[in-house]
């Protein structure tokens, strides 16, 4: 509960920050000063979305289920002369809970995702790029399974706030152009995984050496997005990040994430996203139960309420 509440405050403080950050205007309050000449730009939204399904007595079966997720982005990006300063931040929780009251909420969602890149410019399209990102959970994450001793169901804690967690530095080079698009390719490049947990550590999980907290790489990386107004009200927004260890070239980490972004009206939005990792490091446990490394898949559909400042 009381990482729930932090998630909360959070939440609160970023979107004061952020709407805090409003365009200045002179002294003479019915002129405002050209966007030429306004370096700081910010902006963000929260959106939360609600579902409930009740069945009494439903011929064609099926079970109740309550549903609800949040989530907050905000960006503070500066550009004067040759300098870029880009921010970025998202959080986001989710929970659903199926059946009547006795049984518990699961969540759905939860991400920590805080990123920054100091830019020079060579000329409007090539910039040399210093980047770090950093990445975790907010509540502890469980996997549903059968004992295979009694077949009863239980909860097995497999993931929490920093286990994992991780931050990526680098430093590359760039490509930008009007259309939308951003690329940088980063030669070097640092990525440290985190796993507080004793036990999950102990475990050695998400590769880190058993008994440790911290695993450090050193390699290469990919990384980029793409931002596109399909039509009206329809915008398309895709991301991908891509690592190799040199040691254990060219094995590489993939997360590609994509988002299309429908907006109804001013307060009503629907979001269609998809996001893909692929991480050796990773053992995760597959539907029937068997272990291994695979490709891990999210798809939400989201139709809820947005406020943008």
């Given amino acids: 509960m009381l990482k729930r509440l932090t998630a909360i405050l959070f939440f609160g403080l970023l979107a004061t920050v952020a709407y805090s950050q409003e365009k200045p205007v002179s002294k003479d309050s019915t002129v405002a000063i050209p966007d030429s000449l306004i370096y700081w730009k910010q902006g963000g939204k929260f959106s ?20 609800i997720g949040g989530l907050v982005e905000g960006f503070m990006n500066f550009e004067k002369g040759t300098v870029v300063w880009e921010n970025k931040a998202r959080v986001g929780y989710g929970v659903i809970r199926n059946g009547d009251a006795s049984n518990r909420f699961e969540k759905t969602d939860d991400q920590i995702i805080l990123s920054s890149k100091y830019s020079q410019k060579f000329n409007e399209k090539i910039l040399l790029t210093y980047g770090l990102n950093f990445r975790t959970q907010m ?20 993931s929490e706030f920093l286990s994992p967690g991780y931050i990526q530095a680098s430093l590359g080079l760039t490509y930008r152009d009007e259309k939308g698009f951003s690329g940088t390719l980063s030669p070097f490049t640092g990525r440290f995984t985190f796993v507080l947990n004793d036990s999950l550590s102990a475990a050695g999980a998400f590769g880190v050496d058993p008994g440790q907290n911290i695993r450090s790489e050193a390699g290469i990386s990919v ?6 107004k399909l039509m009206e009200n329809v915008q398309l927004e895709s991301n991908f990040n891509l690592f190799s260890n040199y040691e254990r070239f060219p094995v590489t980490v ?6 299309l972004n429908l907006k109804v009206n001013q307060f009503i939005t629907s979001n269609i996203g998809s996001q893909l990792i692929y991480d050796e490091d990773v053992v995760v446990t597959r539907s029937d139960g068997s272990q291994g490394k695979d ?11 947005t406020l943008g400042f």
């Fill in 48 to 67: 939360i979305n609600i579902q409930q399904v009740g069945l009494t007595n439903w011929a064609a079966g099926g079970e109740s289920s309550v549903a």
């Fill in 139 to 158: 509540d502890e994450g469980f996997k549903i399974e059968n004992n295979q001793t009694t077949n009863e169901r239980v909860r097995r804690l497999i």
């Fill in 223 to 228: 990384k980029g997005g793409y931002k596109k």
């Fill in 254 to 259: 993939v997360n590609i994430e994509a988002a």
């Fill in 295 to 305: 490709i891990q898949l999210k798809n939400v559909i989201n139709v809820g309420f």
